[in-house]
């Protein structure tokens, strides 16, 4: 999978399809074309409001993913401003440092506690809390291996915190972005407002 960002180019050859679909939007595959480009139909709706919106960011513990040596293309998480309270949506999380490096390569439990603090240092950043969280998903490397383990950190951690009542959470065995990782939790979080 090629990704297109402001910074790269891409390093995987369009097929004729491909490119067919980008100039369908109005655009080629030149990294530094696309960051330029306004691409039509795809903008915001002319005449009506966008629902505020910005990224969160924790780097004391983790970098964004675009600074990354192989750059993502996603946020770590966004903050959207609605009446009355404020959405976290947390993206994907996992045990990564303030540079992006994988840690606790092969140590489940570790690796599940360093997630829940990259988390827990996101949700900081906004002013907010794992008592905010009403849903999680968890993608586990080997489910059947793992999740067992995953149980028990989790039940520990929420158990620490006194988390009441515990979030909706739904767990599923995925091949997560890089081999070495073997947990990521997404989150979403309701903050209200005063």
Known sequence: MTVLNRTTKPKTVLSEDARRELAGMGLDDSAARLAA???????????????PRHPMEAPD?????????KPSSFSRGMRVELPGATMLFISGTASVDEKGDTVYEG?????????FRNLTRLLAAENASWHDIVRTT????????????FNEVRTMFMGGIGLKPLPASTAIQ???????LLVEIEAIAIVPRK
């Open 107 to 115: 140590d489940f439990a570790a690796q599940c506690l360093r997630t």
């Open 37 to 51: 480009q306004r691409i039509d139909g795809i903008d915001a709706v002319p005449g009506r409001d966008l629902i």
């Open 174 to 180: 995925a091949r997560i972005c890089r081999s070495d």
């Open 138 to 149: 968890c993608y586990i490397r080997d489910i059947e291996r793992d999740y067992d383990v």
């Open 61 to 69: 513990v983790l970098n964004e993913a675009y600074e990354y040596d």
